[in-house]
Nanobody
């Protein structure tokens, strides 16, 4: 059974940083795209970032470019999201997602690209 478990969320002041982790189990995703999405109350799910199987390719949503960094550790089957210069509008539940295909890179900004999802971790940016 495949599981994606996010951790690292919490309360942080504006301008602060957080690092989210997503640990996968049940199968390896070392040859698959992984991504992060978020959903704020009353809003649509929003693409945050995606990373290719080897980490050579990354892409970001416009609202987080230059502030967030996605990375992965394939031996640990884990993907990370480093979030800096956080703003109140970054407050949301953050979800990790994984593609079941091997070495496929296409519309990775769409939630429809992904087959597996975590339960989410809450990030709140407030003073």
């Amino acid at each position: 059974q495949v599981q994606l478990v996010e951790s690292g969320g919490g309360l942080v002041q504006p301008g602060g940083s957080l690092r989210l982790s997503c640990a996968a189990s049940g199968r390896t995703f070392s040859n698959s795209v992984m991504g992060w999405f978020r959903r704020a109350p009353g809003k649509e799910r929003e693409f945050v970032a995606a990373i290719s199987w080897g980490g050579a390719s990354t892409t970001y949503g416009n609202s987080v470019k230059g502030r967030f960094t996605i990375s992965r550790d394939n031996p640990k089957n884990t993907v990370y999201l480093e979030m800096n210069s956080l703003k109140p509008e970054d407050s949301a539940v953050y979800y990790c997602a994984a593609d079941k295909r091997t070495k496929a890179w296409g519309n990775v900004g769409s939630p429809l690209w992904y087959d597996y999802w975590g339960q989410g971790t809450q990030v709140t940016v407030s003073s």
